[in-house]
C-alpha cells in the first residue's frame, strides 16, 4: 500500500480542505444567533427635564451622539413620535433613526434601520429620578438578520454596543452639566 499515489495533487488537496474549513466556518456562523443587547446607565447631576430635553428629538441626539456627516434628512415632527432622521451616506449607507415613544421626562424609545430594514435596533432611555439627580438607562437590542459573517458579530456585539452606548451617555451627562453652568 505504501508508495501509492493520490489522485489529487497537494494544490487540489490544500484547496478542497481550505474550501471546507471555509464553509464550516459559514455554516456555524449562519446558525450562530443574529439577535444582541446592550445596556449602559449613568447618573447626571441635572433634573430629568433637563436631560430629556435631549432625548426627544433628532437634534437632541445630534448633540451626544455619533450620526452620519452627509445626506442627512429631517422628516416628521420636530420632537416627540415620529421624529426622525433619514441618511444616505457613502460610509455608512442608508439607514433611518425614528422616535416611537415619547412619554415625558422620563422615557423615550427608538428604532434604527440601517440597509432597507437588514439591520433593526430597538432602543430605549429611561430616566428615573433619585437624590443626586437622574438615572438614564440606556438599553438596545437588535437583529443582524441571517449573515454567516454577522452571525460571529452577534457575539460580540453586547460588550461592543454596551461600551458604545457608555460613551454615549458620558457625553449626554457632560452637555447637560455644562448647560445648567
Known amino acids: 500500500m505504501s508508495g501509492e499515489r493520490t489522485p489529487f495533487s497537494v494544490g487540489v488537496i490544500i484547496l478542497g480542505g481550505g474550501a471546507l474549513v471555509l464553509s464550516m466556518l ?23 427635564e433637563a436631560v430629556y430635553a435631549h432625548l426627544d428629538s433628532p437634534e437632541g441626539w445630534r448633540g451626544w451622539t455619533t450620526w452620519p456627516d452627509s445626506g442627512v434628512v429631517r422628516e416628521g415632527p420636530a420632537r416627540g413620535r415620529g421624529a426622525m432622521l433619514r441618511w444616505d451616506d457613502p460610509e455608512l449607507g442608508a439607514g433611518s433613526f ?38 438614564v438607562t440606556w438599553r438596545e437590542a437588535g437583529d443582524l438578520g441571517r449573515n454567516p459573517l454577522m452571525g460571529f458579530w452577534a457575539l460580540f456585539m453586547d460588550r461592543a454596543q454596551s461600551a458604545e452606548l457608555a460613551k454615549g451617555l458620558d457625553r449626554l451627562s457632560e452637555l447637560v452639566t455644562a448647560e445648567a453652568r
Open 98 to 135: 425614528e422616535i416611537v415613544e415619547a412619554q415625558a421626562p422620563s422615557r423615550v424609545a427608538y428604532t434604527v434601520e440601517v440597509g432597507g430594514g437588514a439591520m433593526r435596533t430597538n432602543g430605549a432611555l429611561e430616566v428615573t429620578p433619585e437624590a443626586a439627580g437622574v438615572r
Open 26 to 48: 459559514m455554516l456555524i456562523g449562519f446558525l450562530l444567533p443574529a439577535d444582541w443587547e446592550a445596556s449602559a446607565t449613568t447618573l447626571v447631576p441635572a433634573p430629568a
